[in-house]
């Protein structure tokens, strides 16, 4: 069965902070791992990641995989108090390439 | 353009009832599909629609859930006698054409379902 694991579970950081969150995964046929950003209901898409050691860039927000090792990181510079969400990693195979398997979070609340 | 939007937004009902929740997907996107959140959890996939077909409904808990998407577009999650187990938020996904690699599926706010 996949796994994905997410560390860390919460984090407070202050504003203009740098956060790296981590993401650690087993699965079958890996296919894609994906981040997510959710605020209140609707997780919002923020990189998808197929290749190691290319980093995917969007402003203050970064990420990149490793294949090998199994993991990804999503980095966030500068934080700012909208930054505060739960980031969620999902990864998908190849048997059901569209069914994200989701870990639990890492729970980011930057304060002023 | 328009998001993925789902309705209503908050459903209070009594255990053992009858719910519907619907789904109105991105225009355009041909794939859909149905994800569970409890508390403190990451979603969990239920079921992928692939036009009208349910293409995997290997997620979906027990014979008490189902879902239709008759004209491939709107689609409606059904649980019958709800318990209160069944109490957590349900989001609703869409992508382009769904199962390539660079599909992307895009999220609608939510049902969150309370089960008195």
């Known amino acids: 069965e996949d796994k994905v694991v997410q560390s860390p579970l919460s984090l407070v950081v202050h504003e203009g902070d740098t956060v790296t969150l981590n993401c650690s995964y087993e699965?079958?046929?890996?296919?894609?791992l994906l981040w997510y950003k959710q605020e209140k209901k609707a997780p919002t898409f923020l990189f998808m990641l197929?290749?190691?050691?290319i980093e995917k860039k969007s402003g203050r927000l970064s990420s990149i995989l490793d294949k090998k090792e199994l993991f990804s990181i999503l980095n966030i510079t500068a934080t700012q108090t909208g930054d505060s969400a739960v980031y969620l990693c999902?990864?998908?195979?190849?048997?059901?390439?569209?069914?994200?398997?989701f870990g639990k979070g890492t729970s980011l609340l930057v304060t002023p | 353009g328009a998001g993925v939007s789902q309705t209503p937004s908050n459903k209070v009902t009594e255990k053992g009832k009858y719910v519907e929740l619907r789904c109105d997907p991105i225009?355009?996107?041909?794939?859909l599909y149905w994800y569970r959140q409890s508390l403190g959890q990451g979603p969990e996939f239920l079921i992928y629609?692939?036009?009208?077909?349910?293409?995997?409904d290997s997620g979906l808990p027990n014979d008490r859930f189902f879902a239709v998407r008759p004209e491939g577009s709107v689609s409606t999650l059904k649980i019958q006698r709800t318990e209160r187990g069944d109490s957590a938020v349900y989001l609703c996904?869409?992508?382009?054409?769904?199962?390539?690699?660079?599909?992307?599926?895009?999220f609608g706010p939510g049902t969150r379902l309370t089960v008195l």
């Open positions: 996904a869409s992508s382009f054409s769904g199962g390539s690699s660079t599909d992307t599926q895009y």
């Open positions: 699965v079958t046929n890996f296919r894609s």
């Open positions: 197929t290749s190691s050691g």
């Open positions: 999902a990864v998908t195979n190849s048997n059901s390439g569209y069914a994200l398997n």
């Open positions: 225009s355009g996107h041909t794939a």
């Open positions: 629609f692939q036009g009208t077909g349910a293409a995997d």
